[in-house]
């Protein structure tokens, strides 16, 4: 069974910095696509960025250069670190492997807020 947990979420205020984590089991994140996710209240379910089993990055414009995804094989885990953060970041973020293969779960919710 598949397990995608996140955690790391909290209220930080406009330009602060966050750093969110994916603990996966039943998956191997080193040979898996991996993405990071977000849904705010109202807003369909959106794409962020994503990093290859070859460590290949890709981000969305409103993240891109603010926002930074990796992978640590060692601990099966991958990590949104979050710089400059804006209130329209606020929102229940998720993982997964693309483009979406497993259950949701509950997420980690990100409030920016001054």
């Known amino acids: 069974q598949v397990q995608l947990v996140v955690s790391g979420g909290g209220l930080v205020q406009p330009g602060e910095s966050l750093t969110l984590s994916c603990a996966a089991s039943?998956?191997?994140?080193?040979?898996?696509?991996m993405a990071w996710y977000r849904q705010a209240p109202g807003k369909q379910r959106e794409f962020l960025a994503r990093i290859t089993s070859a460590g290949r990055t890709y981000y969305i414009d409103s993240v891109k250069g603010r926002f930074t995804i990796s992978r640590d094989n060692t601990k099966n885990a991958v990590y949104l670190q979050m710089d400059s953060t804006k209130p329209e970041d606020t929102a229940l973020y998720y993982c997964?492997?693309?483009?979406?293969?497993?259950?949701w779960g509950q997420g980690t919710q990100v409030t920016v807020s001054s």
């Open positions: 997964n492997e693309v483009p979406g293969i497993y259950d």
């Open positions: 039943g998956i191997d994140v080193s040979i898996a696509t």
